[in-house]
Every structure is written in C-alpha cells, then in structure tokens.
C-alpha cells in the first residue's frame, strides 16, 4: 500500500510543470509522458521501476511531439500546394485569355491587310494612246500596292501588257511591253523585290473592241496584274492606259 502512494505522488510531481524547471520546461506531450511513466513503472517494479517508467515515457511524450509537428508541417506544405495550383490555375486562365485576345487581334489584321490589298489591286490608270508613262498618282497606288505584296514571302505579282487592235502586230507587241514595265519599274521603286515581278506582253491578241468604239478600245489599253500571295490565291486588277 505504502509503495503505490509513494508511486502515485512520484507520479503527480513529475507530471507538474515546475518539475522540469522554469528554463528546461519539456513540450506538453512529453511532461505527460514522463508522469503517466513513473506512475506505472512505479506501480510495476517501485522506485527503480519510476525511473524506468518515466524515461519511457518521455521518449513516449516526445515521439506524440514530433509526430504532431510532422502532421502539422504536412498539414501546411498540403495547403501551400493547394495555393500554389490555385495560382497556375490562375495563370493558365489568363494565359488563354490573352491567347485568344492575340488570336483575335491577328484575325482582325489579316482581314484588314485583305482588305487593304483589294483597295491596292483595284488601279485603273488612263493615258493617251501610244503612250506608255504612268503618272503620280498611279505611282503612287503601286507603290503602295509593293508595300503590301513586298513583306509577303513567295508572294509574285505578274504583270500583262496589253494593246487595242489598232496599229501593227509588232508595234502593239512592243507598247504593250512597255506598258508592262512601266507598272513594274513603278512597283520596284515602291519597294518590290525585282525578282518578284514577272513581264509578258499580249499586244493586240486579246483585242475585241471594234476600231469604232472608243470606250471599249480603251479598256483594251491596260497591265493586267495578278498576284499570287502565300495562300496560292490571286486577284487581277487592271492598269488601264488610254
């Protein structure tokens, strides 16, 4: 009887904060270790068995300590990655959002730059006949015309002289080349690629206008120009020279 009340008041002390000391104090779990040890070994074996029991149990009190801390740690390395792909999540979203802004903004271009070179391709430019000059302002629609088609790699602008039937074969053959160099001259100093620009004459062969009517003549008098752009699709636009 004696030695189990001797054993429980070991115990009791031991378990109390003020038993490790004001400057050691053992963590929570440890200090209960160290009490419910004693307290055992106590009742187990006496005062040899408190020893016992309580370095038992405060490698006991200290392992609950650890296992709580690594819990703990887990617990917030868990909600940091938690945050962390939440915030890719976010990143992704606003990634594809500007992706389908430029997506957008490239679309709206393309159209823009169509549109422009439809404008460009649209040149009807009227002389004297015979003549084969090409003025300022038709200088400056080409020039124009080289700078949208010049950035377009593989993009070729084919050039086609043409004559109304009157005067000879020879002649009309020789006008309508010059008339066709006329409007590539022009091209290349508004920036084409020389390489890029393909002369052939017509003269008089596709004439079909009849020597009495002047309007239908003179629409015979042009450059046609095809441009073939990077897609492999063309559009014709007539420098028309009266």
Same mark, same amino acid.
């Given at each position: ?14 378990? $109390?904060p003020s038993f490790a000391g004001p400057k050691n104090r053992a963590p929570k779990e440890e200090s209960i270790g160290v009490g419910s040890g004693v307290a055992i070994g106590a009742l187990a074996g006496g ?22 801390? /690594?819990?703990?740690?887990? +617990? ?26 430029? +997506? ?33 302002? $038709? ?45 590539? +001259? ?14 052939? /004459? ?15 003549? /003179?629409?015979?008098?042009?450059? /046609? ?18």
């Amino acid at each position: 009887m004696n030695k189990r009340v001797i054993a429980i008041l070991i115990g009791s002390l031991l378990a $109390t904060p003020s038993f490790a000391g004001p400057k050691n104090r053992a963590p929570k779990e440890e200090s209960i270790g160290v009490g419910s040890g004693v307290a055992i070994g106590a009742l187990a074996g006496g005062p040899i068995g408190a020893i016992i029991g309580g370095a038992f149990g405060g490698w006991l009190g200290d392992r609950f300590h650890h296992e709580r801390s /690594a819990r703990r740690m887990a +617990d917030e390395r868990a909600a940091d990655a938690s945050e962390h792909a939440d915030s890719l999540q976010q990143l992704l979203v606003a990634s594809e959002h500007t992706v389908a802004e430029k +997506d957008a903004q490239l679309y709206s271009e393309r159209v823009e730059h169509r549109r422009n070179l439809e404008e460009a391709l649209a040149v009807e430019v009227f002389f004297r006949t015979e003549d084969s000059g090409i003025g300022g302002g $038709t200088e400056e629609r080409l020039a124009k015309l080289a700078a949208l088609i010049g950035p377009m790699e593989g993009a070729t602008i084919r050039l086609e002289g043409h004559t109304d039937a009157r005067g000879t074969e020879s002649f009309n053959t020789t006008l309508s080349t010059a008339r066709a160099e006329a409007v590539r +001259d022009a091209l290349i100093r508004g920036g084409m690629p020389a390489d890029r620009v393909i002369v052939t /004459a017509s003269g008089e062969s596709g004439s079909v206008a009849a020597e009495q009517d002047a309007d239908g003549m /003179a629409m015979e008098r042009r450059v /046609a120009l095809d441009v073939v752009d990077v897609n492999g699709e063309s559009r014709v636009a007539d420098v028309v020279i009266d």
